[in-house]
């Protein structure tokens, strides 16, 4: 823990304790301080912009440590609590006139403190007071969204997915306050997809029946030059049955598996050579009753003239890809389904057969495509939150760890 010196900083947070019995000048009592002094000056330095840095009116800055300093006398402990029960632990430094923090203080928190000091008498005064740390500003506050969705039931496939409105600079410091509960306990990593984007899954499927709680503690993390942590975050889910379609592109099929036993075959058509279904493994992202699918918006051309152009509304659509792959009705290839691969890369069935796979899928159950002629690494090396989890080595996997290592979840 590095000294701080009252004298050699333009701000920092002082105690000063007056003795309350004779002095070494041999002066009387009632001639000397008959009362404690306590004065709480500014702490650290504030990201640019930001309220505070003066304690003035009891507001300390959240960017630095926390330091006390006692004058005449010696610190013999210092409790800081917040106002929710939490302690900001800190040491005494060698000189014994100074207390600095471990850790920097939660932005927007209050804390109350007590110390005990030792005057040059041995006699030991309590001294309480407290201060006020200042919110993150607006502009400086990291902001993100969760998914799955707090509550939720998901599938075995469903990675945890946090999305930063702002590029994280710091990732190690972010990804060392963003914890996974689970019961039972698995193995899993993060991993960056980006500077905005990081991703949580195990090294195998969650086990049917597995609750997850995930919780960032990101209030007071500096994520970025001038950007801070000014919350934290908290989510809760459980993963339901096993539900795994398996779609063979030589077959022409799709199996429904549930827990391990093949409930449905259906016949099914999937791309089309020019446009052939990426085979691997993608997690369901989202649903739609019904929805409109264009070329223009699959990359495919926008030139009505062109034979590939197509504008088709579809019913019972279920996302696999923000690329554009869907399982999804498609009445006009029924005649195909079982027969021939004719889509544009989407798995086309049925319109009763989509509606039951509609009807059965939720966020982060597993759809697996092989014997196609087109693999999943354009897809992954985008990032696209459908193929990326699990379609690269584990090894690979942690490499995207800005800690870059495995963890075992903690015990829920």
């Known amino acids: 823990m590095r000294r701080l010196a009252?004298?050699?900083?333009?701000?920092?947070?002082?105690?000063?304790?007056?003795?309350?019995?004779?002095?070494?000048?041999?002066?009387?009592?009632?001639?000397?301080?008959?009362?404690?002094?306590?004065?709480?000056?500014?702490?650290?330095?504030?990201?640019?912009?930001?309220?505070?840095?003066?304690?003035?009116?009891?507001?300390?800055?959240?960017?630095?440590?926390?330091?006390?300093?006692?004058?005449?006398?010696?610190?013999?402990?210092?409790?800081?609590?917040?106002?929710?029960?939490?302690?900001?632990?800190?040491?005494?430094?060698?000189?014994?006139?100074?207390?600095?923090?471990?850790?920097?203080?939660?932005?927007?928190?209050?804390?109350?403190?007590?110390?005990?000091?030792?005057?040059?008498?041995?006699?030991?005064?309590?001294?309480?007071?407290?201060?006020?740390?200042?919110?993150?500003?607006?502009?400086?506050?990291?902001?993100?969204?969760?998914?799955?969705?707090?509550?939720?039931v998901v599938g075995v496939g469903a990675p945890i997915v946090i999305r930063f409105d702002q590029s994280v600079t710091e990732r190690e410091a972010v990804e060392r306050e963003m914890h996974v509960s689970s019961n039972p306990q698995v193995v899993g990593s993060w991993h960056w997809v980006n500077d905005s984007e990081a991703h949580f899954r195990p090294k195998d499927y969650w086990p049917a029946g597995t609750a997850v709680a995930v919780d960032l503690e990101l209030n007071g993390v500096q994520a970025g030059d001038g950007l801070w942590g000014g919350r934290s975050y908290h989510l809760k889910f459980d993963v339901g049955e096993e539900r795994i379609a398996e779609v063979d592109a030589d077959e022409y099929d799709m199996s429904m598996n549930v827990d391990g036993e093949t409930q449905e075959t259906w016949d099914t058509s999937l791309g089309e050579p020019d446009f052939a279904t990426r085979n691997g493994t993608y997690v369901i992202l989202e649903k739609f009753e019904e929805r409109n699918m264009t070329s223009c918006s699959a990359n495919i051309t926008c030139d009505e003239d062109d034979p590939e152009y197509y504008d088709v509304d579809t019913d019972w659509a279920v996302r696999l890809s923000y690329s554009g792959t869907f399982v999804h009705s498609a009445p006009w290839s029924e005649g195909d389904q079982g027969e021939d691969n004719v889509s544009h890369g989407c798995i086309n069935l049925n319109e009763s057969n989509a509606e039951t796979f509609y009807e059965m899928a939720?966020?982060?159950?597993?759809?697996?495509?092989e014997n196609s002629t087109r693999g999943p690494d354009d897809l992954v090396e985008r990032g696209d939150p459908g193929m990326v989890d699990w379609n690269q080595s584990w090894d690979e996997y942690v490499a995207g760890s800005a800690l870059g290592e495995e963890i075992t979840t903690d015990e829920l």
């Open 6 to 152: 009252a004298c050699a900083l333009a701000s920092i947070g002082v105690l000063m304790l007056g003795s309350c019995g004779g002095d070494d000048d041999g002066r009387p009592d009632g001639e000397r301080h008959a009362h404690t002094l306590v004065q709480l000056d500014g702490i650290g330095n504030a990201p640019e912009g930001a309220d505070g840095g003066s304690t003035d009116d009891g507001v300390v800055d959240f960017t630095e440590p926390v330091s006390l300093h006692v004058r005449s006398g010696q610190i013999e402990s210092a409790e800081v609590i917040s106002a929710d029960g939490t302690e900001l632990t800190g040491s005494v430094a060698d000189d014994g006139h100074t207390w600095t923090s471990e850790r920097r203080p939660d932005p927007g928190q209050n804390y109350e403190l007590t110390i005990t000091a030792s005057d040059h008498f041995g006699r030991s005064h309590t001294l309480s007071d407290e201060f006020t740390v200042a919110e993150v500003p607006e502009g400086d506050r990291l902001t993100l969204s969760m998914q799955p969705s707090n509550e939720s």
């Open 362 to 369: 939720r966020y982060g159950d597993v759809v697996t495509v």
